[in-house]
């Protein structure tokens, strides 16, 4: 509860973006709606990004729950990542960084959705890709013929990195300019693309690649099941 000193709180403190101090009373999962984040337009997208900090540096890894539907904006966190050409990358190329170990959940793809309408950022980072997974849920974008924001991206903090178990199931997907997913940086291995759509996208709708210094690694135990793309490459209009 916000009406607790920080010598009460003790390891269970967490600090929301707006400034409030919580009491986390929680096993492995972590409502957002709990921390004050709110419909759409009410930019829910510090507060999302301080439960998904929480989970996975308090408790290793867990569930942060996203059951409405919420708007996000650019990353304020200050990660710099690495391209595998060696470009920075700097986090406010994205709303959202869903950093390892954590999963992203909304109740259903109808229910729960994250509008992203700046065409210029991602909706979703993922982070160094250690088993980070994103399920249940619509992405939504501002304008598929503008911009190149992807609803899912995957960044590293270095180069040549392995991108290791990303489970992405039940997405629903749309009007984005870039990809409607991008798993483009790094060795893919042993993802699981499960149940999604994507449509309206300015890219691809599904675009996974070995990017990297070293041509002869390969991405590996990756598995894509039933997955449709609909208007895709700018054909929407």
């Known amino acids: 509860t916000p009406s ?26 972590l409502y957002v709606e709990s921390l004050g984040a709110k419909n759409n337009p009410f930019d829910s997208t510090a507060i999302i990004q301080v439960a998904i900090n929480h989970m ?9 729950a996203a059951t409405k539907s919420y708007l996000v904006s650019a990353s304020a966190e200050p990660d710099v990542f690495v391209t595998s050409d060696g470009t920075p990358f700097p986090a406010s190329n994205g709303c959202i960084l869903l950093r390892p170990k954590v999963t992203l959940e909304g109740l259903n793809r109808v229910s729960s959705t994250i509008n992203s309408p700046d065409v210029t950022k991602h909706a979703i980072l993922l982070v160094d890709g250690l088993d980070t997974a994103v399920q249940d849920l619509s992405l939504t974008g501002g304008d598929s013929l503008t911009g190149g924001g992807a609803g899912v991206f995957n960044v590293n903090s270095t180069t040549d990195q392995d991108v290791v178990r990303v489970s992405l199931r039940r997405l629903s997907i749309s009007t984005f300019g870039g990809y409607g997913i991008g798993l483009s940086d790094g060795y893919l291995l042993n993802a699981l693309v499960e149940d999604c759509e994507t449509s309206f996208t300015g890219s691809d709708g599904l675009d996974v ?17 039933n997955f449709t793309a609909r208007a895709f490459g700018r054909l929407c209009c």
């Open 56 to 64: 996975s540096s308090r408790f290793n890894g867990g569930v942060v």
């Open 4 to 29: 607790q000193s920080p010598a009460q709180l003790g390891d269970a403190l967490l600090n929301d973006g707006n400034g409030n101090q919580w009491a986390l009373v929680i096993n492995d999962k």
């Open 209 to 225: 690649k070995s990017r990297s210094s070293d041509a002869s690694e390969e991405d590996t135990g990756n598995t894509i099941t």
